[in-house]
């Protein structure tokens, strides 16, 4: 399918998010200021995206399903909330973010729990990132969270020692097999994310040193394969999802791999793995094979299983653009993928 007919089909009105998102970033010609903001109000009137909000409690958190309560049914609101469009301008981002920085990011980074031991790589990398994208670079928890990236995540395989000097006193990141002789992957691609999302302006020469050893340990790996053999490293990373807990599938570590910089894309392993989504992309679309739990809302209302994904199939053409794979929208907007930071 040609990019003018994906275009069309992201254009749909059935999905107002992605047609909002489209029209924002993708479409030839810049929609009009007056017209931007229409698709705005209709996004946020989308009734799955409004099913999900009217779970926010007061406080700007979000209840869980399950008995024990953490933040994180208010982590995966916020990563849903990025991922329909909305910004740090929204009040409901606001007082969630809010909410996360009172109560989570106590000890030096997002934390599932209220402490310290609650601070797993791939939680601090997600919230971050997803956080980053909406705007809120300069939110002190979110600094304070790329501090804690910078300081203490490791990017270990083997042999290979690279990452955080300082020992992170809490056990938590050790108990939880963050770091043993190979780093947790899930781990390192989260926090790789949150340091590539940052504009490039506002990386410091530690985030800098950081993200290459993090291209570094990927590179090994070859994206999302494991490092001596020529096997996928998890299934689940090619059976692409909205949301995926703490999870990340391939079209979204190509996505920071094109944030970090985009002429990693001439190295092989890029290139190879940019192939591998492309073959299972029907016509250029995406699928949306699972979701994982949210703890807000299962299943997840925005789009069925096993049918092209609308929200997955504009990722992967926003990567192609940020790589110069498919020429859509502005180029000046393909050097960075957040909004308003």
């Not at 609101?77 to 469009?85: D, F, H, P, S, V």
Request: net charge positive; with cysteine.
């Amino acid at each position: 399918m040609m990019v003018g007919s994906l275009l069309e089909w992201l254009s749909s009105p059935e999905n107002p998010p992605v047609r909002y998102l489209t029209a924002l970033n993708l479409a030839p010609q810049q929609a009009s200021a007056r017209a931007r903001e229409t698709l705005r109000r209709e996004m946020l009137a989308w009734e799955p995206l409004k099913k999900v909000l009217a779970l926010q409690l007061e406080d700007g958190s979000f209840p869980s399903l399950e008995k024990t309560p953490t933040a994180s049914p208010t982590y995966a609101a916020l990563c849903l909330m990025e991922r329909c469009g909305m910004d740090i301008t929204d009040e409901p981002v606001a007082r969630a973010l809010a909410y996360v920085a009172d109560r989570h990011a106590k000890k030096g980074a997002f934390s599932y729990t209220t402490g310290a031991c609650g601070i797993l790589p791939c939680y601090v990398g997600i919230a971050t990132a997803a956080l980053i994208r909406m705007g809120a670079c300069n939110a002190p928890a979110v600094q304070a969270s790329v501090q804690w990236i910078v300081d203490h995540q490791r990017f270990d395989h083997k042999a290979t020692r690279a990452g955080g000097a300082k020992e992170w006193p809490y056990s938590a990141p050790r108990h939880a097999r963050c770091w043993e002789s190979v780093s947790c992957y899930h781990g390192v691609v989260a926090t790789f994310r949150a340091l590539a999302a940052l504009p490039t302006e506002r990386r410091s020469p530690e985030v800098r040193t950081r993200l290459g050893q993090a291209i570094q340990y990927l590179r090994v790996h070859r994206g999302y394969k494991k490092s001596k053999e020529d096997k996928p490293l998890f299934r689940h990373m090619t059976q692409f999802f909205i949301f995926g807990s703490h999870r990340s599938n391939l079209i979204d570590v190509l996505e920071g791999i094109a944030e970090a910089d985009p002429q990693l894309v001439r190295e092989g392993w890029v290139r190879d793995a940019v192939e591998a989504v492309d073959q299972l992309a029907a016509s250029g679309k995406i699928t949306l094979v699972k979701n994982y739990p949210t703890k807000v809302v299962d299943p997840l209302p925005f789009e069925p299983i096993g049918q092209p994904s609308r929200f997955l199939t504009y990722q992967w053409l926003r990567v192609e653009q940020k790589f110069g794979l498919c020429i859509v929208g502005d180029p000046e907007s393909t050097s960075q993928g957040t909004r308003g930071c």
